[in-house]
């Protein structure tokens, strides 16, 4: 039996083989479009919500899991480890964390600890990463949590968007809504901070938030090892060139490319492009 399992849910947007080598339990949030429910990365791929972005007026909704949802991965995981640790989006941006500890207090005989990862995207999916190596290792629930937070306060989250449009209409735009009507002269950059969406700067050109980027990226890891992702939303090749930017860049210890979830990408619209990293 192992001493942790983790769970997260599919807005963590890990790589399947990732997840299935660490053994992390991944929980589909749900998305309705064009009449139907789907379960994130089961039953929709992003391509399939981004084409229906371009060409419809209609946002796709999403919904956190149900409490049943988890309480049946809990159950599971329960049979295989001495602890779960339940990784989720700040509750300020989605439901799920709720549903999750709602869920943690239904199972009997196996501690659960739901922790708010403050960030969105491949940042909790290294938050998520992070914890099922600890566990892996053979670090207790304790230990677990805590590297789970260690790594959450690590974490920055920069991208440039093509669009306010589908954060406005989310309700998600946080301290964003000051650039509403400035929208069609510059490509903002956002970032995540403890469940809130701001602004980093404020480029007129999309080659130019790229540069903006990366000069953070600098100025933070340095030399040090580099822990990276490159999200995108519908924009592969731009984002396989940012990819080959980074690497000759940095030293990166590991560096993905992430295509955003259906969920997530419901909520930005296509075009996203950024970066998520933290140093050790």
């Known amino acids: 039996m192992k001493q942790v399992v983790v769970v997260t849910d599919s807005s963590a947007n890990l790589p399947a083989n990732l997840a299935q080598r660490l053994n992390i339990r991944v929980v589909p949030i749900l998305l309705a479009l064009n009449g139907q429910s789907f379960r994130d990365g089961v039953d929709i791929t992003a391509g399939d919500v981004y084409r229906w972005q371009r060409s419809n007026k209609q946002l796709p909704t999403t919904s956190a899991p149900s409490i049943g949802d988890f309480v049946r991965v809990y159950a599971s995981a329960a049979q295989d480890a001495k602890g779960i640790v339940s990784i989720h989006l700040p ?20 501690p659960i600890r739901v922790v708010n990862c403050h960030t969105v995207a491949m940042g909790q999916g290294f938050v998520a990463l992070e914890a099922a190596r600890a566990a892996a290792s053979g670090a207790d629930l304790d230990a677990v949590v805590a590297r789970a937070e260690v790594v959450a306060s690590k974490m920055t989250v920069l991208a440039t968007i093509d669009t306010l449009e589908y954060l406005y209409r989310g309700g998600r735009i946080g301290g964003a809504a000051a650039l509403l009507g400035t929208m069609l002269q510059i490509k903002p950059i956002l970032f995540v901070a403890d469940g809130y969406v701001d602004v980093f700067a404020r480029p007129r050109t999309k080659g130019k938030a790229l540069r903006t980027i990366l000069n ?21 090749e731009e984002a396989e060139e940012l990819r080959e930017q980074v690497e000759a860049g940095f030293h990166c210890v590991e560096l993905y490319v992430t295509e955003m979830t259906p969920v997530m990408g419901a909520h930005t619209g296509p075009g996203v492009l950024g970066i998520v990293f933290y140093t050790d």
């Open 91 to 110: 509750p300020k941006l989605s439901a799920t964390y709720s549903a999750a500890l709602a869920a943690s207090e239904l199972v009997d005989g196996t």
């Open 216 to 236: 953070r990226v600098a100025e933070q890891a340095g030399h040090q090892p580099l822990h990276a992702a490159i999200l995108h939303a519908g924009v592969p």
